[in-house]
Every structure is written in structure tokens, then in C-alpha cells.
């Protein structure tokens, strides 16, 4: 399948699909637990940001990271006004940050294949992975001489979100959910 044939092709369906090459990737439901933290998430961002200065996109907002590579992160934040690859406003171009909440089934893929497309994307300036069976962030920012990996995993840990001017607290990300410590 073409991306023309995947774009078109993707539109009529009932529950999304990410495009990776040519392959296909269905996109399977959450768990109320992954739920529950993307919820918690979003409602803290939603708090927390300044709405004249940045959009917050759901799951529901596909993301192009390459000419054949597209994938629908749990969150994605613009600064300043959205570039979409048509009129259509399906595919966002320019995110500076992006939130992934691993399940069992997508934890490899988040990790290893999904961090290398965002990396390669040059407005993204962090990447946040959040494990939804233990406490743990794995947040990937982007500095003049590369990448840094920072991990958070301690209950009491705060991430520092310097390209949206917050913080992000576990305590905030795991509100009401039993998970173990890392």
C-alpha cells in the first residue's frame, strides 16, 4: 500500500491504523490503567499550559515522522499554530513534544521503534514514555550535542517540562492506580 492508498484508505476506517513503510499497524484499545494515566496526564497539561501558546492533541491526532512513517501518539503539543500536511487538519507536522503510555503489547515498539522516528523528527524537542505497569518516565530530550535520557521513578520524582514551562509529577501521572516502584 502507497501512502496516497494508506491515506485515503485510512480515512474510511473505524479504528486507526498507523503506516510504517508500507505495513500496516492496527491500533489495539487501552487498558483502563493506560487510560486512567493518559487522562491524568492530559488534565495536568490541560492545567497547567498556557492555551495561547500551545495546542495539546489527543490520541485521536496522527503524526507524520517520516515520507513513509505515520503513528498516532497518546499526546502530541504544538508551540504556536499547527502545521498539517493538507486541508483535511488529519496529519500534524510540527510537535515539539510527544507522550507515549506503554502497554505490554506496544512496549518494545514505543521504545525502541517509535523513539527512533520522534528523534528524527526536527521540531520534536522531547519525548516522554510512560510505563503503565510500574512507576517510571523515560524522558528524551533533544540538546545541541544530541539526545539526553533522563528517568524518573521514584513516586515523588518531578520531570521538568522546560519546553512548555511545567513540570509533570508522577504523583500527578499515577493518581489513583496501584503500580510497582521500577
Known amino acids: 500500500m502507497t501512502v496516497s492508498d494508506y491515506l485515503e484508505w485510512e480515512e474510511r476506517q473505524e479504528f486507526k491504523h498507523e503506516y510504517i513503510d508500507g505495513d500496516i499497524i492496527e491500533m489495539t484499545s487501552g487498558t483502563l490503567r493506560h487510560t486512567r494515566i493518559t487522562t491524568n496526564v492530559g488534565g495536568t497539561l490541560f492545567a497547567f499550559l498556557d ?101 524518573f521513578n521514584d513516586p515523588g520524582d518531578v520531570i521538568p517540562l522546560a519546553m512548555l514551562k511545567c513540570e509533570l509529577s508522577l504523583e500527578q501521572v499515577y493518581r489513583g492506580i496501584e503500580v510497582a516502584n521500577a
Not at 496522527?62 to 503539543?77: A, E, K
Not at 502545521?83 to 515498539?109: A, Q
Open 51 to 151: 492555551f495561547s501558546v500551545y495546542i495539546i492533541c489527543n490520541s485521536d491526532m496522527r503524526l507524520r515522522v517520516g515520507p513513509t512513517r505515520y503513528v498516532y501518539p497518546d499526546f502530541t503539543v504544538v508551540r504556536g499554530e499547527a502545521v498539517l500536511e493538507d486541508e483535511k487538519e488529519l496529519t500534524l507536522l510540527n510537535p515539539i513534544f510527544v507522550i507515549e503510555v506503554t502497554s505490554p503489547s506496544s512496549l518494545k515498539y514505543d521504545r525502541v521503534d517509535k523513539l527512533g522516528f520522534y528523534l528524527d523528527v526536527p521540531s520534536i524537542e522531547a519525548y516522554l514514555i510512560i510505563d503503565q505497569d510500574r512507576i517510571r518516565a523515560d524522558l528524551f530530550t533533544r540538546a545541541d550535542e544530541g539526545w539526553h535520557l533522563r528517568v
